[in-house]
C-alpha cells in the first residue's frame, strides 16, 4: 500500500467512526435543536470525507468496486438530504444537483450489471446485496428526477420526510459497511451486509409516518381524554 493510499486508508476509517456516532447523535436529539444542526453538520463532511477516501482508494479489484459503489450511494442520500432541506418548498436544482444525480444513476448502472454478472456466475452474497443496492439508487434517482422535472408534485413538508429518509439510508450504508469489515465469521456475510438495511428501512417509514400523520393533523384538534 502506498504513503497516499495509506493516509486515505485512517482518513477514512477516523470519518467513518465520526460519521457513525454523530449520526446516531443526530438521529436521537430533538428535530431542529442545536444538537441536531450541529452534529448532522459535522456527519455530513464526515460523510464528503469518506466519499473522497473511498474514491482515492480506488483500485480495478471487485471488492474496491463494490464498496466505491455503496460509498456513491451512501454520498448521494447525504447530500440529497442535505440539499431538499436548503430548496425546501423552492425546488430549484442547480447543475450540481444534476451532476450528483447522474453520477449516482451511473454508478446504480454498474451495480446493477455487477449483479447481473454475479446471478450469471451464481454469486450469490454479490447478486443480493449489489442488486439491493442498485434497485435502492434507482428508486431515489428517479424520484428526484422527477422531482426536479416537476413530474411529480412534492408531498407536505416533503423536504423534512426526504430528509428523514436519506440521512437515514445514508448511516444504514455507513453502519453496514462498519459491520462488514468488522465482521470475523460472527454472522455470515450476507446477514451483515442486508441485516441493517433491512431494519433501517423499517425504522425509517415508521419514522415517516409518525411526521407525516403530525403534519395532516388538522391544527387546533382536540384529543379525546381518557
Known sequence: ??????????????????????????????KGSSLHVKSGRIYYWAMVIIFITALLRFRPEMRLIFLDCIAIFSFYNT?????????????????????????????????????????????????????????RSYLIVINDWKLFKGKIAPENMHWLLTHIARMGGSYIAT??????????????????????AIIGIILIVRWRAYYRAKFEKPVGSVHPVN
Open 1 to 30: 500500500m502506498d504513503l497516499m493510499q495509506k493516509y486515505a486508508l485512517w482518513l477514512h476509517i477516523l470519518a467513518g467512526g465520526i460519521a457513525l456516532i454523530l449520526g446516531l447523535v443526530s438521529m436521537i436529539a430533538q
Open 79 to 135: 447530500f440529497t438530504g442535505r440539499r431538499l432541506v436548503q430548496m425546501k418548498g423552492n425546488i430549484i436544482p442547480q447543475t450540481i444537483d444534476w451532476i450528483a444525480l447522474y453520477t449516482a444513476f451511473v454508478f446504480a448502472t454498474i451495480m446493477a450489471g455487477i449483479a447481473i454478472w454475479a446471478v450469471i456466475n451464481n454469486v450469490v452474497f454479490l447478486w443480493a446485496t449489489l442488486g439491493f443496492f442498485s434497485w
Open 175 to 196: 453502519l453496514t459497511a462498519f459491520i462488514v469489515v468488522n465482521n470475523k465469521g460472527f454472522v455470515p456475510n450476507l446477514i451483515a451486509w442486508l441485516s441493517p
